[in-house]
C-alpha cells in the first residue's frame, strides 16, 4: 500500500514552546491530508483537513490558531502546534490517500 | 454528518474462536466501509475494505460483511490469534474526491492463548 511517513514520532517540549510536526506521502501525491488527535483508549478524532494550496478546514472546537496547519506542496503537510501546554500532550497522527494511509504517529508531551 | 457506532467496546475470546465487531452508520451516501487495527503505539493499518456495491468481502481469516439498507457492517475474525489482539476500528465515508472517514469508537481485541 501506499506510504504515509510522519516525522517527529516523540517529542517533550516546554509549555509555551511550539512544535512542528510534518506528514509526508512517500509514493504518491496528496491534494487532501487529515489530521487526528487521539487520546489514550479512545478513538481517532478529526482536527482538520489540510487542502495543499489552500487553507485548512477545522473541526468545530478545533483552534486554527494554536493548531496550523500548511499544506505546501502534494506530499508535505505540516501541522504546528503553538504555545503548547500540558493539556495538548497527546497522540497525533495524519493520513492521506483515500484508503486513509496513516503516519506513524507523533506522541507530543508538554512539560 | 456521518455517526458511527461501534460495539463491542472490549472483546475477550480464546485463540481459535472467532470474533465478531459490528458497526452502524447514520449517512445512507456513505459508500466506502474501511477496517484498521491498531496495535499499541502504533499507527492503524488499514486490513480490510468493502465498497457499498457488494455485501461481503474475504481475505483469509477475516471477513467484512455490509447490509446496506439496515445500515450497518461487521468484521469476522475466525481463527483468532493472539496476534490478533489489538484495537480495531471502523469507518464509513462518501468516498470520492472529498473523502473524509469517520471513525467508530473502537474494540479493544483480546485473544487469550
Known amino acids: 500500500g501506499a506510504v504515509v511517513s510522519q516525522h517527529p514520532s516523540r517529542v517533550i517540549c516546554k509549555s509555551g514552546t511550539s512544535v512542528k510536526i510534518e506528514c509526508r506521502s512517500l509514493?504518491?501525491?496528496?491534494?487532501?491530508m487529515f489530521w487526528y488527535r487521539q487520546f489514550p483508549k479512545q478513538s481517532l478524532m478529526l482536527m482538520a483537513t489540510?487542502?495543499?494550496?489552500?487553507?485548512?478546514?477545522?473541526e468545530q472546537g478545533v483552534e486554527k490558531d494554536k493548531f496550523l496547519i500548511n499544506h505546501a506542496s502534494l506530499t508535505l503537510s505540516t501541522l504546528t502546534v503553538t504555545s503548547a501546554h500540558p493539556e495538548d500532550s497527546s497522540f497525533y497522527i495524519c493520513?492521506?490517500?483515500?484508503?486513509?494511509?496513516f503516519g506513524q504517529g507523533t506522541r507530543l508531551t508538554v512539560v | 454528518g456521518e455517526n458511527v457506532e461501534q460495539h463491542p467496546s472490549t472483546l475477550s475470546v480464546q485463540e481459535g474462536d472467532s470474533a465478531v465487531i459490528k458497526c452502524t452508520y447514520s449517512?445512507?451516501?456513505?459508500?466506502?466501509f474501511p477496517w484498521y487495527k491498531q496495535e499499541l503505539g502504533k499507527r492503524p493499518q488499514l486490513i480490510i475494505d468493502?465498497?457499498?456495491?457488494?455485501g461481503e468481502k474475504k481475505d483469509q481469516r477475516i471477513a467484512v460483511t455490509l447490509n446496506k439498507t439496515a445500515k450497518h457492517f461487521s468484521l469476522h475474525i475466525t481463527e483468532t490469534q493472539p496476534e490478533d489482539s489489538a484495537v480495531y476500528f471502523c469507518?464509513?465515508?462518501?468516498?470520492?474526491?472529498?473523502?473524509?472517514?469517520?471513525f467508530g469508537r473502537g474494540t479493544s481485541l483480546i485473544v487469550h492463548p
Open positions: 509514493d504518491f501525491q496528496a491534494t487532501t
Open positions: 489540510s487542502n495543499e494550496g489552500s487553507k485548512a478546514t477545522y
Open positions: 493520513s492521506a490517500g483515500r484508503e486513509a494511509f
Open positions: 468493502i465498497r457499498s456495491n457488494v
Open positions: 449517512d445512507s451516501a456513505s459508500n466506502y
Open positions: 469507518a464509513a465515508s462518501m468516498g470520492g474526491g472529498s473523502y473524509i472517514p469517520t
